[in-house]
């Protein structure tokens, strides 16, 4: 029984570990490659810019950022024709995982002018659309 303890123990260290691990690289990443920005700011300064949705079109459907489009991050990974260079780009999902990858990949190729909505579309405030789905 003690041995069980012991490895169930171990497992949740781990799995904290690696959570926290997580959260540091995602957050690291995203203030390296990007200017992290609040909900009232990412608001503000994303009017009449390229504003994309990272998340599934489901999620995009229910509620978004209004003027964004969704081309989630699986396919702007490794085609960023939908993203011009000359202007500004703001982006987000649900919890800023893909928007950091994203942001890293982007700098890398010569991107500028990168914002990332601080901690996810959950804590947006600023206009959005949604659909009535009945």
Known sequence: MNLLWTVLLTIL???????????????????????????????EQSRGHQI?????????????????RNV?????????????????VFLYDTNMQYSSRLARILK?????NIY???????TYHGRTKSSNVN
């Open 72 to 88: 989630p991050y699986a396919m702007l990974k490794d085609n960023h024709a939908a993203i011009r260079k000359d202007q500004p």
């Open 116 to 122: 990332i909505l601080k901690n996810g579309f959950a």
């Open 52 to 68: 994309f949705d990272l998340r599934d079109a489901d999620s995009f459907k229910a509620k978004h950022v209004l003027g964004a």
């Open 13 to 43: 260290i781990i799995w904290v570990a690696w959570t926290a691990g997580m959260w540091l690289w995602t957050r690291y990443g995203a203030k390296s490659s990007a200017k992290v920005l609040d909900s009232k700011d990412f608001d």
């Open 108 to 112: 890398k190729e010569g991107y500028h």
